[in-house]
């Protein structure tokens, strides 16, 4: 039977395929231009009538939130120029008479206040600049911004908008902004009591900034944490006219659409390679289409300390102002991003407050924007309690509560808190820098750079060796990290963020890096302040870059903590562009093999080099690709470096009587 039934079904198959064979022809003539103009008479499946099945979902939803503890309100509100920035109003559901804190973005007004889907206030906001415990707890009418031509805000986006002046011909910036917005909230949100206040971390702790230039009567108290500042002497674009490559993807993420959509892609798993393979931060830039977005176009044609970013330099802009508002300015010793920006704004709003009762700083040993987090840990580093917890409870709670409610107690919070890294102490001062005791004084001390690579309190003898010298080799550059490199990026396995205390012994090792290093401690030796580097230095090119870092070496062998044996912590590191060492403003070639002087302030740190550490100085010429390489050759603009430009160069550091290499310490003496 199998074998009958396989005989009819074969056959039946022929047969069909010989009835479709006349079917072929006919269809082959059938497709032709007439008769395919004839097919528009066919009606289509669409235009068939069938009855109608009605959508399941309705045309407007209107969710029912009676049981969330929080009312949340989007609203545009105009500012003066006609223009209306989308806002996210968070009330505190039966809450009256209470403060506003405001937070004004670049980075999506929606985004950070809807963390989570929650009927609770405080998983809304678990994110980038929400502090949530001091919300929620301090019963704050929390309000985020898309600053203009962000997200849901129209107007036109600017990068770091200067204020109106020279840079900025129109009748708005972030100042009218701020201004605009706090009396619109103050107006139209029945349930706060009149007062403002504004914090923010990053681009919106220079959007906080903007806020203290002509504030609004009802703004009472500002906290810029981490901010924006000076983006070529040492934020975001340039250190010393050194240029940061590694933010060109942000530039290109934060500008080429409004809803920031557009995204910077990787084509390499190590960054390294990546920026190796382009040659320069322009070419690299020419290849992703980077010129279409105006702030890069700015950034080729302004290399050079200008009128452009002089004009824009927020602390400047400050120091023109009057003090009208108390200001709580937060820094963290290690910001991978801006860590330029606190200290400066501090330096030009400290001497405006004599009675030391209206500017506040806060210095922890933190990364960019940890304080917002978890800060019992730091990479490789523990701290012995959660010094981001204590932050915001003991400092930032009491000193926004005190401006912004009625019937809140005076902070009890000294004009500087730091905290003390190496003993892992919070340290109350009346100043930065100070000691914060009657019977010890900061003083400015250099540490010497001497013959056989050591460091010494005693200055180079005649007779010494006078010079170090190494190769530096553009084909090769530094890695500022270990390799494979990660990108300038925040999440789930990146460590962007922690670079700047990974362990240097890598960098020791290479021969293009110079290491001096002191004896063993016998005592602690504290720091309180910048250092600055006094480099004495000679290069057989036309330009060069100088990278000095200062770091504690650990004992061989710790206790309770293997993994910090011998480790090298950065305490205070950073690079200068060679070609502006007489004039920030025009690169100039430097003389080939003649020592010259180079100058430049480190970081500020706090910091104790405890007994059985040691103290060591790396100087090298390149850190890449954080900052693009220099190609050891004078040439117009770096960004344009061609291939043949990048050469050796041997590179003297000396030490000898007459020109001697050294960085000030400012050490804590008793």
Partial sequence: MKTLRTLVTASCLVAAALA???????????????ARSNEAAIPSPSSVKYPALPSETPEKFEPVTDSFDYVKRDVMIPMRDGVRLHTVILVPRGIKGAPILLTRTPYDAARLTSHAESAHLGPILDGYDNATEVIVEGGYIRAVQDVRGKYGSEGDYIMNRPLRGPQNPTPVDHATDTYDTIDWLVKNTPESNGKVGILGISYNGFLTLMGLVDPHPALKVAVPINPMVDGWIGDDWFHNGAFRQQMMPYIYDQQATRQSEEKWWTSHFDDYDMFMQAGSAGELGRRRGLEQVGFWRKILEHPAYDAFWRDQAVDKALAAQPLQVPVMVVDSFWDAEDIYGAIAVYKVLEPKDPRNDRVFLVLGPWKHGQMIGDGSTLGALRFSSDTALYFRREMLRPFLDQYLKEDAPKADIPPVMAF?????????????????????????????????LKLSFAAP?????????????PAKPVPYRARPIQPVAYGTGMTWSEWLVDDQREASGRPDVLVFVSEFLREPLRISGQPVANLVASTSGTDSDWVVKLIDVYPDEVAGQPGLGGYQLMVSADIFRGRYRESREMARPITPDQPLT?????????HVFLPGHRISVQIQSSWFPLYDRNPQVFVPSIFWAQPGDYRKAVQRVYHAPGQTSFIELPLVSR
């Fill in 20 to 34: 479709q064979q006349p079917n072929r022809a006919a269809n082959a003539a059938a497709d032709t231009p007439r």
């Fill in 598 to 606: 180079y100058r430049f302030a480190l970081p500020t740190a706090n």
């Fill in 420 to 452: 003390e890294t190496g003993t892992n102490t919070w340290r109350r001062l009346p100043a930065w820098p100070a000691t914060g005791s009657s019977d010890s004084t900061v003083d400015v001390t250099p540490l010497y750079l001497n013959a056989g």
């Fill in 461 to 473: 003898r005649p007779g010494d060796v006078a010079f170090d010298e190494y190769v530096s080799d």
